[in-house]
């Protein structure tokens, strides 16, 4: 097998792991780092050949770009407190406590390197965090939480990373210049990421095809990254800061198809790359084999020590970090998206998994330090850091499932009925508001204008149908009924249409682009239904 055939086959089982995950209610990352580990045993399979400084820049900016769209600043803005006491706070308290413990006890480790070991396995992954916590129902203050944390813990994460690396390769440190570092790399990768995205928005304007707007979307991430890695920003950052602003502006209110092919797109993109970078996890166990050679016990030793730190340390820092945030409110905000059980505050402790980010800052190690010495204690904290990612990854990934089941943590779904019921009225009004105002201004058939006012109170009706009185939900039941069987024997005339125009295509002197073309229109009538 190749390394191309290798590639295909991750690809191929991120698909299948999605509908197995749903059946055997295990998450598909979690399942594609076993299934990657169950490869990396088998002979014929090769080792990953990957740039290690290729692996944050190929599979970051599409992973985090798709996340990010899932999300808004208000989200954002309502999870300030949290995100700055979990992917700040938290990320170098972690990293400090991991330095500590390596510094004590990994022999021929230098402080820096320690720091170095402490900034990749210091964040939770991401996707980790979302793959898993986003299909177990959770409320969706936690899922914010989660993914506000995953967000933008790996901006401080990497950047700590980058200047503990420097420091153990020159063996020089400046407490201000890190500082300062870290500073100048956000201001660098907000601008960055703040210009590309009103660029982005721009140009969507003009290229109003939009199949060329999807592919637009998919350059920006990578642009917006690779742009602030340049100017010394982080790129991470701009990523985020390029994806929160067009998940605000990207699309009018009335570029549905655009809007729904690029729904359709990025959730393909997210699977496929999720399951390819978790499937990496696994197949790069042969690593962690290579490098324990005949000196197993102290590295599992020394392994186990900074698991247990990591674990450990989220866990003491969580619970009075919560009960912080919910002080800092004068009277108790539900729409500040923090934990407001003990319950939920351990969902959020065990939903801490370390991932893809871990691995490719392991991996991207160097070699060699500026004195012609190998770095510090290389093989160990490659095998440590690995240690900490499957452990936490598999571990507490196939598990959460069970412990939120247990501690019964669950979405607040009565809220979510009473503002899903709000939207549909506020809909429905917005649409007979709209109607009579058309009414004002235009002379309408009878009969038209009271098939309109019909229309008019199902778009809200479909949405939450107990917006209606009981007559008029029964009477809006009737014609529900009556639609979809309508739909139904619609959608099997234009089957038949389809078929025909399909066969069409291989007869005699057939075009097969007006055949294409014929058959995009009855696409087109088949959704709009």
Sequence with gaps: MDQLALFFSLALLAIIMVPVGDRVGLPSPVLMTLCGGVLALIPQVPNVRIDPSLILPLLLPPLLYAAAQRTSWRQFAANRRAIFLLAVGLVFVSMAAVAAVADAVVPGITLAAAFTLGALVAPPDPVAATAVAGSLGLPRRMISTLEGEGLFNDVTAIVLYHVAVAAAVSGEFSVGHAALELLLSAVVAVGVGLVLGWGANKLMGVVEDPTLQVGLSLLVPFASYALAEEFHGSGVLAVLTTALFLSEYAYAADDVTARLAGNTFWEIVD???????????????????????????????????????????????LLPAAWLARRLHRVRDMDEDIPMTWRETVIMWWAGMRGVASVALALAIPLDTDHDGPFPARHELLFIAFAVVLTTLVLQGLTLPALVRRLEVGADVQSEHELERALALRAMKAARTRL??????????????????????????????DILDDERRESHARRLKRLRELRRIQEDMLSAARHEVLAARSEPGSDPEIVDRVLRSLDLRSMRG
């Design 436 to 465: 009579k105002e058309i009414e004002a201004t235009e002379t309408l058939d009878e009969d038209l204008s009271e098939m309109l006012h019909h229309r008019a109170v199902e778009v809200g009706a479909r949405i939450s149908p």
């Design 271 to 317: 699977t496929l790359v999720t399951g390819v970078a978790f499937g990496l996890i696994g197949l790069e166990l042969h690593q962690v084999f290579s490098v324990g050679g005949g000196n197993w016990g102290p590295m599992l030793r020394h392994a186990a020590v900074v698991v247990a730190v990591v674990v450990v340390v989220r866990l003491l820092y």
